[in-house]
C-alpha cells in the first residue's frame, strides 16, 4: 500500500478534482494500537464496524502527526474519523483511533 502524496492541507475528496487513492479496507492488514482497542469498547464499535466505516471513507487528509492520516467517514448516520498510519515495511494499516465527530 502506497500512502497519497498531497501538499499540506490538500484533501482528497471524491467528488473533487483531486482524486483519492480507493483502497479496499478488506484486502489490508490492519493492526490495532492499544488505544484504539480500548477505545472500541467505549464507543461500542467492533473491527467489523470499522472496516466498514473505512469502506465508506468520502474524504482523507493528512494528521497533524506526521505520517498518520485522518479518514473521515460515517458510522450509525454520524460523522467519524479514523487516524490511520500506513507501515509501507509491513504493509499493513494501523488504526490509531476513531471516534465521532461533533458538529
Known amino acids: 500500500m502506497h500512502a497519497p502524496v498531497a501538499a499540506r492541507g490538500q484533501r482528497y475528496r471524491s ?18 494500537s492499544p488505544h484504539l482497542y480500548k477505545r472500541m469498547g467505549d464507543r461500542r464499535f467492533n473491527e467489523l464496524d470499522l472496516r466498514g466505516m473505512l469502506e465508506r471513507a468520502h474524504d482523507l487528509r493528512k494528521n497533524v502527526v506526521r505520517g498518520r492520516w485522518v479518514v473521515e467517514t460515517r458510522f450509525r448516520r454520524c460523522p467519524w474519523e479514523i487516524i490511520v498510519e500506513p507501515d ?16
Not at 467528488?15 to 479496507?25: I, K, L, M, T
Open 15 to 32: 467528488g473533487g478534482s483531486v482524486q483519492r487513492p480507493r483502497v479496499n479496507a478488506w484486502s489490508l492488514a490492519i493492526e490495532q
Open 88 to 103: 509501507m515495511r509491513r504493509e499493513v494499516l494501523v488504526i490509531v483511533t476513531a471516534y465521532a465527530v461533533w458538529e
